[in-house]
């Protein structure tokens, strides 16, 4: 690999992980969209808990576990289709080439679609245990008792938060695995496009989480129900 390459490979692993601590700074200065859904996650758990019936509740949870089994299977079939390629020998490897990489060395190839493997494989198993923590979170709103306090009420409610929190967490860095996947994609037309790709792709994640009107909306519904 070329310097520029080694450069911009380090530029893409910087923001790779920095990611979650510039989150968690901007989480204490100014919130985050993250940040502010902990919040209404655990006020939507003590809700449930003042609900005799509690359908809305997992009919709601069933729907993420829908959309997390939609994003995982898709991811699977990018994950083989990068694989065959990259594990295919080296006629399939002259043949991508022939397509779309030029006269790029093979080696630099593979390391290119290694990176995209990378990035697939840790948002697959993002997801999964992200489907795997929401059906304990439907398991505990079906097993959850009548409670007649409201102390009661509200520790349950922060147990069914404390499970469902790290579920859709876990969700999240599974999506943002597609965006780091796309900004390793833009490697194969050069390090400049991987520098570029993985700048534009880490500056919309953070302006999604903390300038965009989803973003505005969600932080002052927090204000609204945070007690």
């Known amino acids: 690999m070329t310097l520029f390459d080694w450069l911009a490979l380090g530029l893409f692993i910087l923001c790779w992980l920095g990611y979650g601590p510039l989150l968690g700074l901007l989480a204490r200065r100014s919130g985050t969209l993250n ?3 902990l919040v209404i996650r655990r006020v939507w758990m003590t809700a449930m808990t003042h609900r005799e019936i509690r359908l809305v509740d997992s009919q709601l949870l069933g729907h993420t576990i829908n959309s997390g089994g939609f994003f995982a299977s898709t991811n699977l079939l990018l994950i083989a289709a990068v694989a065959s390629v ?3 020998g080296e006629q399939a490897m002259r043949g991508f080439a022939a397509v779309g990489a030029g006269d790029m060395p093979m080696k630099l190839l593979e390391a ?3 990176l995209m493997l990378v990035c ?3 948002g697959l198993l993002d997801f999964i245990w992200s489907i795997r ?3 304990y979170a439907l398991a505990l709103i079906g097993a959850a008792p009548e409670v007649h306090t409201e102390a009661d009420r509200v520790a349950l409610g922060d147990a069914a938060a404390n499970l469902l ?3 859709l967490s876990a969700f999240s860095q599974g999506v943002r ?3 780091f996947a796309l900004a390793a994609a833009a490697w194969l037309f050069g390090p400049l496009w991987l520098a570029l790709g993985v700048g534009a792709a880490f500056c919309l994640l953070v302006w999604r989480q903390a300038g965009s009107p989803a973003a505005r909306a969600i932080r002052s ?3 609204l129900l945070e007690p």
């Open 120 to 122: 697939l494989a840790r």
């Open 86 to 88: 990259l594990f295919g």
């Open 112 to 114: 290119k679609l290694a």
């Open 165 to 167: 929190n790290p579920a």
């Open 133 to 135: 923590q929401l059906n």
């Open 177 to 179: 695995g597609y965006y």
């Open 221 to 223: 519904a927090r204000r």
């Open 35 to 37: 940040d502010d859904m």
